[in-house]
């Protein structure tokens, strides 16, 4: 069982800059694909980006490539998402996600955080 915890969102203004957080309970965290997702009110919830246990392999979702980038330090059980030029469309709650493969299902989701980006 692993528990995520999201931390790091909150109110930036386009053009602007946030960086997530996501803490991971447990001792197998480098064993785990992680992945960031995001909902937007109304909307399904979509991909934003993927690691591999390893931080080599990153995947990224076309709207957020060039802007966002995912990292992980393994040390810290901790995957980052620092989110650059941030537009009024990134508005959304963000989910961490964690796998221990690297396809479309995700075992283990954290409660999410809010990021607001005002025009």
């Known amino acids: 069982q692993v528990q995520l915890v999201e931390s790091g969102g909150g109110l930036e203004q386009a053009g602007g800059s946030l960086r997530l957080s996501c803490a991971a309970s447990?001792?197998?965290?480098?064993?785990?694909?992680m992945g960031w997702f995001r909902q937007a009110p109304g909307k399904e919830r979509e991909f934003v980006a993927a690691i591999n246990w390893s931080g080599v392999s990153t995947y990224y979702a076309d709207s957020v490539q060039g802007r966002f980038t995912i990292s992980r330090d393994n040390a810290k059980n901790t995957v980052y998402l620092h989110m650059n030029r941030l537009k009024p469309e990134d508005t959304a709650v963000y989910y961490c996600?964690?796998?221990?493969?690297?396809?479309?299902?995700?075992?283990?989701w954290g409660q999410g955080t809010q990021v607001t980006v005002s025009s």
């Open positions: 447990g001792r197998t965290f480098s064993s785990y694909t």
């Open positions: 996600a964690a796998q221990y493969g690297m396809g479309p299902h995700y075992d283990y």
